[in-house]
Each structure stands twice: as C-alpha cells, then as structure tokens.
C-alpha cells in the first residue's frame, strides 16, 4: 500500500515536530540522549502515525496495538510522539527528567500516558513484546505488537533468545524496528562489537527480516506493510539511520549519544531544524 | 571537619586513575567493560594498555563470564559497569561462574545509588549490596571518598578471590589523607559522641558527618563511623559503638533491606543487642530528579539524617525515664 500523500505529509510534519522536541527537551533537561532519537524521527512518525493503533480513546482498550521501547535512552523521540498523538499536552515535554515528572529518564509504564512497558536496561523489550504478543493470540483479537531495538541492544544475549521464542511461536503479530546507526556508547558499533548483519541474523532465527532505508518514510511505510501481510513469521525491520540525523553538528557523532546540547547548540540545532 | 573547601572527586574517578596506575606494576591485571568505559573511568587503562583491556559491548552477563574465564587463566580481572547492569545483568555469571569457583574477578561497578539522578529508577540500582553481600566468598567495599576508593582497588588487587566495590558517579569531597589506612574488613570512627553512633558508608558518610555537626548544634554528641567494608565487616567497630553510644543509626543510598543497616544489625543483634535503627530507601524504587532533590526525598541528606536522628534521640530519652521511673 502507498503512503497517501496527505498522510505522508503528516508523517513528515511530526517528524520535524519529534527533532525540535528532542532539542528543546534536552536542552531544558541540562542532560539526556538526543543522537538516537534523532535518527529513529522518521521511522518512529511512520510507525506513529500511519500504524500504531494508539490515541487517547482507545488508550484503555486492550485490543489496541502495543508498543514497547527497548533502547528507552532514546525516550525524549517517544515522549515526542505520544505528545502528538495528543496523550498528553506538548507543554508537558519540557519537565523531561525533572523530579516528580511524568516524563522520567526512561520510560515508566504507565496507563496514562500510554506507555505499555518500562524499559532502559537494554536488551529486555523483546522478550516482553514476544509476552504481549502471546496475550494477543490467546486472546484473539488482532492486535500488533511493535518494539523499538537498536545495533547496540543486539549485543545483549537476551534478546536472541527472544528472536528464537518469536519465531518457535510463530508470533507474526510482532514486528522489531531496529535502530542501525553504527553508533553506541564507546564509539562506533563496529569499532566496540560488531553485531555483524542483523538482517541475516533475523533470518537465520527465522524471522521476516528487511533492510531499510530509515530515513525513507515511504519504504519504512512499505515494509511495516509486509510485515502485516506476514502470517506465521515476526518481522524485522533493520533501519538503517544516521544517529543525530537532522543537526549536521550531531550526524554520525558517537559524542552526542548521551550529552545535552548548551543554549547556544540548541539554537544552532533548532535553526538547521527550520524553527529556531 | 570542615569540607567546604575540600575538592570534590567522584569515587569512579580515583577507581579508573588507580586501575591505570596499578596496570603499570601488574601486568596480570585485565580489564573489562560493557560499552560504558568513559562513564566507569576504565577508560584511563584502556588508554594506558589497549591489548589488556577489552571492550565486551552492552552485553554484561557474558562479559562476567568472560572474567571468569579470564580469571582461570592466572589473570586479575577488574569488570566494570553501571551497578545496575554489573550486577543485576550478570548476578547468576557472578554466583556461578566466579563465586562458586572462588575466582580472581573484582567487579567495580559505578553510577550506583540514588546520585545517579536524572536517568531514573531503571539506573538507581539500590540493590546491589545485598545481592553481592549475600553471596559466598564475595567482599563488598563501599568507599566513602576519593581516596578510599584508590586503596580499596589496590586492597581487591592484592586480595586473592571476589571482590565487588560500589562507586559512586557524583562528586563528592574528597575527605582523607593520601596515607588514610584502608583495610579490607576495618571501619573508620571519623567522630567521637556517645549519644549515638551514626554509621554510614559511600556518599552517606559526607551527609553523616554534616548531620553530625547540626546535631552538635542541639548539644547531641553523635560519634560517626565510615563502614566501606561492609563485607567483611568491622564487628568490633560496631560493638563499641552499642556498648558506649548505646544506639546506632544507619545510613545509606540503598535499599534498607539487605544493606548496610542489615549487615550492622545481624552483628549488634548476635553480639551486643541496642536500637539499630536503618535510613536508606525504604522498599521502593527510585525516580528522576537532581542527586540533592532525590537524597532530601528520602531523607538521606544531612537534614534529614539530623530530622531521623533528633526523633531517635527523643524517643529514647522518652523511653529511658520510663525505664526510670
Ligand atoms: C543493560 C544495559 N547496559 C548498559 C546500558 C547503558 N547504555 C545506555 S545506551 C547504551 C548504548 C546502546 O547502544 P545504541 O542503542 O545503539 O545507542 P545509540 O544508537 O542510541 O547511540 C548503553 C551501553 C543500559 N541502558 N542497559
């Protein structure tokens, strides 16, 4: 299915809207990670807006889709796009790590807010989407269950036991999006543990898995798609991204995984962004 | 003691210079870290020696494994993470693979506690000296400053077998001198008083001693104890302070279950039975928020400890003139 051009449109609109959130949260945070949120907007306004069955109605339902945030660093990009998706008021964003905020480091699983699951020891999402896609199927409603991942959580052991439980299960309701940016703490990913081919790997275990342009909402839109049309493998999409995609001064810069841009840098950010 | 003016240095700082100073004379150390060697300071030695350090990626529980194997090789294995993974990732590689075989591994895991602020309750590990404390063969070493953190390094290099060491990621003031005498298994009285006896260990001992001193204020005279080996643990240390303050208060950035409050009570309850009476957090996890705004909350800043402590005081002269009477 094509991307209409209205929606397409909206996607690219929330995208910018997740950058400018992420600079002026991180900003007003005085700390955070503002590299990988950058570079998951687009694939997470895909996700968001053209997918994910998730809005303040249906956020009690327990027939609506799920989502679960494995790499939770990367949480201001989330916190973005809940906001959006009107969960709670944009406003809000700006007490992002601030004591007794709603918004906390990682996320907190709550109800309100719509966040399914709290996460921020990487490496344990899957296994929990693999459980929620599990109560999906026994329940018979026909729900999709997506978790975020990323290069540097494919280092840790658990989530391959995962990949093989989702696959042994054949749980085709669930679909992986996987942050490849080549970048994590200590540097670049294949400088520290190169996880390799993920796209193999995922195959390997027996999942659907696709390379993706992850800047390319159209083909991200394509391959979220295909995995719907998939009825007894769970989906991997490997989303190639740049880490700080949008701020040149950030691009492929392992230094801002986890550093807060000063007033100074956030203006900068914010102008490239279009909005300063 | 006045620490105003002291410098502040984070425990994981004087951990990451010491482990590259002790790289020098030891070529059997071997160093590992799990994709966080900027924020755990192993960095220094992964400068100072490339070939014996290695980078396992966010991958801890076979990073534990991988010191274990290490380890069986004649190598002296420092790991390091965030406590929270080092620790709770890796607990059963810990037990299995290093404590029941009694291997040469030291874990030295930062960012432990409440002070590691803003990224929340999936990162304040609270937990960690109970799982280590509980565990056979294991020593835990919880350094007050800078500079005990540097001889607790040295005293797990030299110590044949497991040995886990709590950092902290704040700065705090750096409060004893180069030739300070750390001794696995030894307590330090900072304070003398004989209304009761303040023990404290990492962060907490700063906050005691500044309790200490509002408390000197009220005309209480509070005697402070640092306690950075809380395993083994200085009983005679702690016997003396039952035996002449006649209370003990406890105090630290940790859950109260299992932690320092526990590993002094099972000795004062055993051996010289007074009022033990625990500050730490109490069965809950942690939140986001500032080091300062997070130990106010839960009364574990030097106020608090003096608020915790005047209620203990009066309730135990209450309870003195009933006995009295
Ligand atoms: C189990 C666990 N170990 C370590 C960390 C600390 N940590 C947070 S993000 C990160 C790097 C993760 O790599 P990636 O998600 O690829 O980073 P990004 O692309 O966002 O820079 C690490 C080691 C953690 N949160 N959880």
């Known amino acids: 299915m094509v991307l209409s051009k209205e929606l397409k449109l909206e996607v690219e609109r929330t995208a910018r809207g997740v950058r400018e959130d992420i600079i002026r949260m991180v900003n007003a945070a005085g700390c955070g990670h503002p590299g990988g949120p950058l570079g998951m907007a687009d694939f997470m306004a895909t996700l968001f807006v053209a997918h994910l069955n998730l809005k303040p109605e249906n956020r009690d339902a327990p027939d609506r889709d799920r989502f679960i945030l494995g790499n939770g660093h990367t949480c201001a990009g989330y916190y973005s796009l809940l906001a959006q998706r009107g969960l709670f008021p944009r406003e809000e964003l700006l007490e992002f790590r601030k004591f007794g905020s709603r918004l906390q480091g990682h996320p907190h699983r709550s109800a309100e807010l719509g966040i399914d699951m709290s ?13 929620m896609a599990l109560a999906a199927r026994l329940d018979g409603h026909g729900s999709r269950i997506y978790v975020a991942s990323s290069d540097g959580e494919s280092q840790e052991g658990q989530i391959w036991e995962a990949a093989t439980a989702a696959a042994h299960y054949g749980l085709a309701n669930l679909t992986v999006l996987v942050d490849f940016n080549n970048v994590q703490i200590d540097g670049h990913m294949r400088d520290v543990m190169d996880v390799r081919d993920l796209r193999e790997k995922y195959t390997a275990f027996g999942w659907h898995a696709m390379d993706v342009d992850g800047h390319d909402v159209e083909a991200i839109h394509q391959a979220l798609c295909d995995a719907k049309t998939e009825s007894e493998r769970p ?6 991204t740049v880490i700080g995609k949008g701020v040149s001064f950030m691009e492929d810069q392992p230094g801002w995984h986890g550093v807060a841009p000063d007033n100074e840098q956030a203006a900068a950010a914010l102008a490239e962004l279009g909005t300063g | 003691m006045d620490l105003s003016e002291a410098p502040r240095i984070a425990t994981r700082e004087a951990y990451g210079l010491s ?7 030891r070529g059997d150390i071997v160093v590992l870290d799990a994709d966080l060697s900027g924020s755990t300071r192993t960095k220094y030695f992964a400068q100072a020696f490339p070939d014996r350090f290695f980078n396992c990626g966010v991958a801890e529980a076979n990073m534990l ?9 004649g190598k002296t294995v420092f790991a390091s993470s965030f406590a929270m993974f080092a620790t709770g990732k890796a607990w059963e590689q810990i037990r299995q693979s290093v404590c029941v075989p009694e291997l040469n591994v030291k874990i030295c895991a930062t960012h432990a506690g409440l002070t590691v602020g803003e990224d929340g309750k999936s990162h304040q590990m609270l937990e960690d000296i109970t799982l280590m404390r509980v565990l056979p063969h294991m020593t835990v070493l919880v350094p007050a400053d800078a500079t005990e953190a540097a001889a ?3 005293a797990a290099a030299e110590h044949d077998g497991p040995v886990y060491i709590r950092l902290s990621r704040a700065s705090t003031p750096v409060l004893f001198p180069e030739d300070h005498p750390f001794a696995i298994g030894k307590g330090h009285l900072l304070r003398d008083g004989t209304d009761l006896a303040l023990i404290a260990c990492g ?3 700063v906050e005691a001693l500044a309790a200490a001193e509002l408390l000197a204020q009220d005309g209480f005279a509070v005697r402070v104890i640092d306690m950075p080996s809380i395993k ?3 009983e005679d240390l702690i016997c003396a302070a039952a035996e002449e303050c006649g209370a003990i208060m406890t105090v630290e950035e940790h859950q109260v279950c299992g932690g320092l409050g526990d590993a002094v009570g099972e000795v004062v309850g055993a051996r010289c039975p007074v009022p033990v009476h625990k500050l730490g957090v109490h069965d809950t996890f942690g939140q986001s928020g500032t080091p300062t705004e997070l130990l106010a909350h839960h009364g574990l800043d030097a106020a608090g400890i003096a608020t915790s402590a005047r209620a203990l005081l009066t309730t135990l002269a209450a309870d003195n003139k009933k006995g009295r009477a």
Not at chain 2, 19 to 25: I, N, Q, T, V
Not at chain 2, 66 to 71: F, H, I, P, Y
Request: hydrophobic letters at 45%.
């Open chain 1, 119 to 131: 996460t921020g020891s990487l490496g344990t999402g899957l296994s929990v989407g693999v459980g």
């Open chain 1, 235 to 240: 989906s991997a999409l490997i989303c190639h």
């Open chain 2, 19 to 25: 482990l590259a100073e002790l790289g020098k004379s």
């Open chain 2, 65 to 73: 494994g991988v010191a274990a194997g290490l380890a069986t090789g």
């Open chain 2, 152 to 154: 607790a390094v040295r």
């Open chain 2, 203 to 205: 962060v907490e001992v």
């Open chain 2, 232 to 234: 083994p643990i200085d």
